[in-house]
Every structure is written in structure tokens, then in C-alpha cells.
């Protein structure tokens, strides 16, 4: 079993940067890829940005991307998520996700699907005001 946790939400004025965190942990060996989702009300979740296990890859969502950077952390399997210039469309749940047993990250369309992922957190809010 792994547990992933997430942290660095809050509120911010449009414009801001947030820095989410994520740790996953329970498993002895082994790094995963990991990656990024959010979920706004009413909205379906949606694919933010995910990282291979060894950082070579990272991919981004089209509303992201230029604004957003997915990296690992020093500490084994955790990844951090810098967003600048946010907006008030960036409000949402943000939930990170570890992809132990699937394929791994070798296009987008992998890395943007929620199914590619087998362990998720709770999930920490974002809310940006206008």
C-alpha cells in the first residue's frame, strides 16, 4: 500500500504563485512517476502535469503550461508543482497521484489519464481571487 499526501494550498490574489508538494510513501524501493490532477466544482477532473520516475519527462496540460513546473524533490518520490501567474480558473482541488504498477510515462496521452495512476491523496485547495 502507498499513502500519498499533498500540501501547499491555499489562497492567493490572480497573479500569485503557489508551490504544491507531494509525497508518496508505504512502499519500500522503487520510484514512481507521478503526476498532477484538479478538480474545480462541478468540473471533471482534469490532467495537470505529471514527471517520470527519473525526471527525464515531464508533461503539462495546454491551460499550464509556460506558467507551471512539475519537479522531483530530493527526497525519494516527491514531487513539487511551482504555478505562477495564477488565474481564477486555477481554483480547484489539486490531487497528486503515483503510477507504482502501470505503464510508464512515454507519451501524454499516458501521463493525462487518470487511469495510468494506482494511488491517490486527499487532495489540498487552491483558490485564487480576482
Not at 508551490?19 to 514512481?32: I, P, Q, V
Request: glycine share 14%; proline share 2%.
Amino acid at each position: 500500500q502507498v499513502q500519498v499526501a499533498e500540501s501547499g494550498g491555499g489562497l492567493v490574489q490572480a497573479g500569485g504563485s503557489l508551490r504544491l508538494s507531494c509525497a508518496a510513501s508505504g512502499r519500500t524501493g522503487g520510484r514512481y512517476s507521478m503526476g498532477w490532477f484538479r478538480q474545480a466544482p462541478g468540473k471533471e477532473r482534469e490532467f495537470v502535469a505529471a514527471i517520470t520516475w527519473s525526471g527525464d519527462k515531464t508533461y503539462y496540460a495546454n491551460s499550464v503550461k509556460g506558467r507551471s513546473t512539475i519537479s522531483r524533490g530530493n527526497a525519494e518520490n516527491t514531487v513539487h508543482l511551482q504555478m505562477n501567474s495564477l488565474k481564477p480558473e486555477d481554483t480547484a482541488v489539486y490531487y497528486c497521484a503515483a503510477a507504482v504498477y502501470g505503464p510508464a510515462l512515454k507519451e501524454y496521452k499516458v501521463a493525462g489519464e487518470a487511469r495510468t495512476y494506482d494511488y491517490w491523496g486527499q487532495g489540498t485547495q487552491v483558490t485564487v481571487s480576482s
